[in-house]
């Protein structure tokens, strides 16, 4: 595995760190992503790994909507919620997401699971 990234953006957290997503391999054959600074890296993607060829969409996704919203201490808890928001299909991936974040979960209330509710 390549260990020197191809493409590399910076943003900033909430709480002011700087926010550093690297990509490493080629177009159309993306190995790893990361998440993190300089120094420390918050989360990884491995795209080639996956079951979901939406890894690095969804990463991509994460880090532009949602990671610079959140304190770096929550990063890989963030990430792990948009993947659970991104598979579910009863509410937005926006909505899902910080319902996740928040510790919630779906039930379903209906029958045949056509009514649900966050508790």
Same mark, same amino acid.
């Given at each position: ?35 993190? /600074?300089? $120094? &420390?890296?918050?989360? #990884?993607? +491995?795209?080639?790994?996956? =079951?979901?060829? @939406?890894?690095? /969409?969804? $990463? &991509?996704?994460?880090? #532009?909507? +949602?990671?610079?919203?959140? =304190?770096?201490? @929550? ?8 993947? #659970? ?5 009863? =509410? ?11 510790? #919630? ?15």
């Amino acid at each position: 595995m390549n260990n020197v990234s191809s493409e590399m953006f910076t943003s900033q957290t909430a709480c002011g760190q700087t926010l550093i997503l690297e990509v490493f391999g080629e177009v159309g054959a993306v190995s790893k992503m990361t998440l993190g /600074n300089r $120094f &420390f890296i918050a989360v #990884k993607c +491995y795209p080639l790994n996956s =079951d979901s060829p @939406d890894q690095v /969409n969804w $990463f &991509f996704d994460y880090y #532009k909507n +949602y990671a610079w919203l959140l =304190d770096w201490h @929550d990063l890989k808890k963030g990430w792990l919620c948009y993947q #659970k928001a991104q598979k579910q299909r009863c =509410d937005s991936v926006s909505s899902a997401f910080w319902n996740y974040f928040e510790g #919630k979960r779906i039930k379903m209330a209906g029958r045949k699971g056509a009514v649900f509710k966050w508790v």
